[in-house]
């Protein structure tokens, strides 16, 4: 399940209205630049889509990734050592944990989340699979430092965050959270980090626009959640999905676009968007290696091994929290 859900802010006045998603859907639709925060894609169908997503054959990053995993966790588990703890970033249901955890020698795991929901759900299936595992899961959101449960402090700790989500940070806050992920492991961790890499960019539509269509509802999805939880009254079928490159930034973006002029309610607030107008909804940033070491540099982690398929599309880097030298 999508690791976005631990950034939703879970405020709800009385009736049960998300009152961030509320917040950050008035002010985003009145930009210039239409916009709303790519969480908000994460409900539960939303969370099921992209499920889906990562099983169309165009979207090659899950499958990589989880290859890269299988054929280098044993290295990955040398480099590592014994008596770790996984910590796990937005654990939700990842698929790739157990690949982890059966090679390196780990005594406890702690999967850190935000949301109890999702934490429950991963802890379940995994304490069937590792009955001598001890398995921590911990409620917090690991955009802060987070303190680490007292029982495993005297382990070495391997932070794991897979599926490139740190693409869909603008690379100022990927610093900001790779920074806090170092402060919350310590001095002397590791972090074993997935990053999609740059690549031709007809490649990176189509896995962004897959066939089936499913990205597309993905993404239209977060326009009947407005609907539904605020009283909206937008014209679902009046919009597209649109996946964009944006060289500047060198990200995809998916945005959502007005096939008419439109106009349209939500909570009450009348919004008006002119046929070609869109609304953005995600960034996904894709690095060369060279960027992406640069990226953990930033903040404090060293690089020590980068692994990569033959095509380069994709790579699973091990960083380690060294002292910082403060002289050249
Ligand atoms: C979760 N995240 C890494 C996905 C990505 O590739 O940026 C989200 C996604 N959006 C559309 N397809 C996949």
């Known amino acids: 399940m999508a690791v976005h859900a631990d950034l939703r802010l879970i405020a709800h006045d009385e009736d049960g209205i998300d009152l961030a998603f509320r917040a950050d859907v008035l002010r985003g639709l009145g930009e210039r630049q239409k916009a709303v925060p790519a969480r908000w894609l994460y409900d539960l169908a939303g969370s099921r889509l992209f499920e889906d997503i990562t099983r169309q054959p165009e979207y090659y990053p899950t499958t990589t990734e989880t290859r890269l995993l299988e054929a280098n966790g044993a290295e990955i588990g040398r480099l590592t050592g014994s008596d770790l703890a996984v910590v796990e970033f937005g654990s939700g249901s990842s698929n790739k944990t ?3 955890l059966r090679e390196v020698a780990a ?4 999967p850190v989340d935000i949301s109890g ?47 490139s989500t740190i ?11 790779l920074r806090s992920m170092r402060e919350t492991l310590g001095e002397g961790s590791h972090l074993l980090i997935g ?3 740059l ?8 896995a962004y626009d897959d066939a089936q269509g499913v990205t597309a509802e993905f993404n239209l999805n977060l326009l009947r959640r407005i609907n539904r939880e605020l009283g909206g009254d937008i014209p679902v079928g009046r919009f597209r999905h649109l996946a964009r490159w944006n060289a500047d930034w060198r990200r995809i973006e998916m945005h959502l676009e007005a096939r008419e ?29 060279d960027q992406a070491r640069l990226l953990l ?16 599309d994709f790579l699973l880097a091990l960083a380690g929290a060294t002292e910082e030298r403060s002289a050249p």
């Open 199 to 206: 690549k031709e960019i007809d490649r990176l539509i189509a």
């Open 167 to 177: 693409g869909n940070l603008v690379p100022r806050r990927a610093v900001d959270l």
């Open 195 to 197: 990053i999609d890499c």
């Open 117 to 163: 929901e999702f934490l429950r759900q991963s802890t379940g299936a995994l304490a069937g699979l590792f009955p001598d595992l001890a398995i921590i899961p911990l409620e917090a959101d690991f955009l802060r430092t987070v303190e680490l449960p007292a029982s495993v402090r005297d382990l070495s700790f391997l932070g794991f965050f897979p599926g």
């Open 297 to 312: 540099h930033a903040a404090g982690w060293t690089p020590l091994r980068m692994w990569s398929d033959p095509s380069d």
């Open 98 to 100: 157990p690949l982890l």
């Open 261 to 289: 002029d439109i106009d349209f309610t939500v909570w009450g607030r009348s919004f008006a968007m002119r046929r070609g107008e869109t609304i953005h909804t995600e960034n996904s940033h894709k690095y060369t290696p």
């Open 107 to 110: 005594a406890a795991y702690v």
